[in-house]
């Protein structure tokens, strides 16, 4: 941040009066501009046939991680809910409608500022195509899914665990779960 958003003076970064952060502050009108995380929302949008279970994926089309696979996931827009945001996110990037289902993961990635949450979904047909932001949208089983190509480290964690909990839901053995974990920089993935 340079400018002040409510005057347009340059702002300063420095620790305000009773904070213990650095903060870009206006000296000009006093405004104290907090930066907060980002909520990245998405949904793992499943698909049942013949006793398998695929789910979803998109090819990036957009930098970061251009042609990798991820979930359909984006920023939370203000005035949206998450299961709003999710429900989007799944029609913008995979042009797939969805039945939304619990929250499955919430990942904290703390050194890029963001907060991750993905939830269960069903897809409602067939009817998929890649939204501007996706190349090429492709149902995957537990064994087609490219692990050496997926973008993130939480799309990774988020359907590895999805398919852990969803053997333990097939065997009975189990029910979905809520996963939530911390990603660190030192575990992310090269590029
Ligand atoms: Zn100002």
Redesign the pocket.
Known sequence: MKF??????P?SLIVPTDDNRLRYV??????IHYQNPKMVIGSIPAWEHDGESRVLLCKRAIEPRLGYWTLPAGFMENDETTSEAARRETLEEAGARIELHGLFSLLNVPHVHQVHMFYRATLLDLNYEAGIESLEVKLFSEEEIPWEDIAFPTVAYTLQSYFSDLKKVKSGEGAYELHTHDITKKLRQPG
């Open positions: 002040c958003s409510e005057c347009a003076h702002v206006c000296e000009q009108c006093g405004v």
